[in-house]
């Protein structure tokens, strides 16, 4: 069972958001995709809708009328999820660091869990974050599933006596 077990596990799904920026990390991000990097070797699959996504990818400055929506995306993820902010803008606002409408940084806002350095980051540090993340990820999902004398750990916990 152990050999079929490690081919049914699910795929993370990656929502990338950019909030702005000079849409580098993103040309980097269009250049893992194709055959040459092929991100999804990892089994990472880029998708658009929130409610089905594993991993938000995080690039540019956060700016503040970008800030609510990607707050937002992060709550509208399901449980395990996991956060990579991409380039120095992502870090603490780049280039536009010193701009009225600029915020600190993506953890100024939600928790981040991957950072993936550079302005703009390379294919290959991007591929790294990601089998990271992928890596946190799986970690995670671990993590939330419950041990087999879960009832028994709950009483003990919560002190319930049993009567039988």
Known sequence: MGFFSK???????ILHYNTGGCNGCDIEILATLAPKYDIERFGALNRGNPKQSDILLVTGPVT?????????LYLEMPEPKVVVAMGACGHGGGVFRHLYNVNDGVDSIIPVDVWIPGCCPRPEALIDGIVEAIAIWEKKSKEKEY????????????GVEDDN
């Open 7 to 13: 081919f049914r596990k699910k795929s993370p799904w």
């Open 64 to 72: 503040m009328h970008c800030k609510d929506v990607l707050r937002r």
């Open 147 to 158: 041990p087999r004398d879960f009832d028994e750990h709950m009483k003990k916990k919560l």
